[in-house]
């Protein structure tokens, strides 16, 4: 990795996957469409594609319900040569005060994570990048506390996770294979609090789900839900989060525990196999 130091990032800070969300970066999907097949999702709905004008209405209500809830919203610019920006979850992830800018694997994504670079640079922000050769996408980050859970992928390589726990010396960093079918680990494991998580338990070896089962109390996802991305729920701290209003029995399972869920359609993005923790990137998250 090389560093381009510039200051403190006194505007960057996250230790977990649910304080309080207080900035977050996300791209409007302007220039959005299935160009090259590269999830299974997209397999499915290849032929229909996006419909852009009512991907950026749907986008824009996410950003409004942000807003209302007191987030601060970074809005990256949106590029033509980029049909996969909106997940700008991918780009980067942020780890203690440290900005990592990733390495994506996908040749149509590949240059997305310089949009950041340069905006990082205008607000004088520091960030690691990581070199060429080693993939990693922030959907394959999880942090909680001094654990960071990084799934091993087509798009996270092993030898880029092995970087990663070099460079992070206080955390334990745990690999978490999966069947890459999912596309990332945020698409099969999101952390709700200190001992909730959400899991779609298919797509895990027998020893990693037995990890996680040991780690929290695991809320598991059903066929369908997860096909509807049932995971990739956003979480905005104070137990409260964001979710798809279709994946009605996991809404009501998050209600009966004592959450806060805030319904916004965001099905016209899902096409190209993403939802809300895919589309926003939490530059800072606060306890308090």
Partial sequence: ????????????GCNSEYDRLKIVALCRPEYMEIAEV??????YFYH????KTLAVKQHET??????NQGVEVVLLPSES??????????????IGETIF?????????????????????KENLSYQPFNKGYCIEGGDILIDQNTVYAGISSRTTFSAVQQLKRQLTSYEVIPVPFEESFLHLDCIFNILSEDEALIYPKALGENEYKRLKERYNL??????EQFTLGTNILSLGNQTV?????NKQLNKQLQKRGYTVIEIDLSEIIKSGGSFRCCTMPLQRSCK
Avoid: C, Y
């Fill in 101 to 121: 800018t990733a390495q994506l694997s996908a040749r149509v994504r590949q240059g997305e994570e310089n949009v950041l670079q340069r905006w990082l640079e």
């Fill in 242 to 246: 964001i979710s798809l209003p279709h």
């Fill in 1 to 12: 990795m090389n560093s381009v130091t510039v200051k403190k990032n006194d505007r960057a």
């Fill in 219 to 224: 809320i598991e996802i059903t066929d369908d």
């Fill in 38 to 43: 590269i999830n299974e999702t997209q397999k």
């Fill in 81 to 94: 040569q980029f049909p996969e920006q909106v997940f700008t979850r991918d780009i980067g992830f942020v």
């Fill in 62 to 67: 996410l950003i409004k319900e942000l807003k």
């Fill in 48 to 51: 229909d594609n996006i419909n």
